[in-house]
């Protein structure tokens, strides 16, 4: 069974930077893609990221390209997300969750971890 834990959360001003952390375990995750999605009070989960665990490649939702990035150390079974530039439109609760394709998530969701951009 796989089991994603989320953290790296918090609050920061506008402008700042966070990295958030999804550690994964359970099985292997070749050929599966680790998303990033975000959900903010009142509206629905948004694909943030993604990265895929074998080939490293990486998508990313048009609101954070150039801000946002997503990397792997596969040897921690873990996959970063690392926020610059942050904006009070990014606060949300984030979430991890592996999947066959990027964007389009799979299975059961974790506790997230909060992220908060004060102006």
């Known amino acids: 069974q796989v089991q994603l834990v989320e953290s790296g959360g918090g609050l920061v001003q506008a402008g700042g930077s966070l990295r958030l952390s999804c550690a994964a375990s359970?099985?292997?995750?070749?050929?599966?893609?680790i998303n990033w999605f975000r959900q903010a009070p009142g509206k629905e989960r948004e694909f943030v990221a993604a990265?895929?665990?074998?080939?490293?490649?990486?998508y990313y939702a048009d609101s954070v390209k150039g801000r946002f990035t997503i990397a792997s150390d596969n040897a921690k079974n873990t996959v970063y997300l690392q926020m610059n530039s942050l904006k009070p439109e990014d606060t949300a609760v984030y979430y991890c969750?592996?999947?066959?394709?990027?964007?389009?998530?799979?299975?059961?969701w974790g506790q997230g971890t909060q992220v908060t951009v004060s102006s």
């Open positions: 359970g099985r292997t995750f070749n050929n599966y893609v």
């Open positions: 990265i895929s665990w074998s080939v490293y490649n990486k």
């Open positions: 969750n592996s999947s066959p394709a990027p964007s389009v998530p799979k299975g059961s």
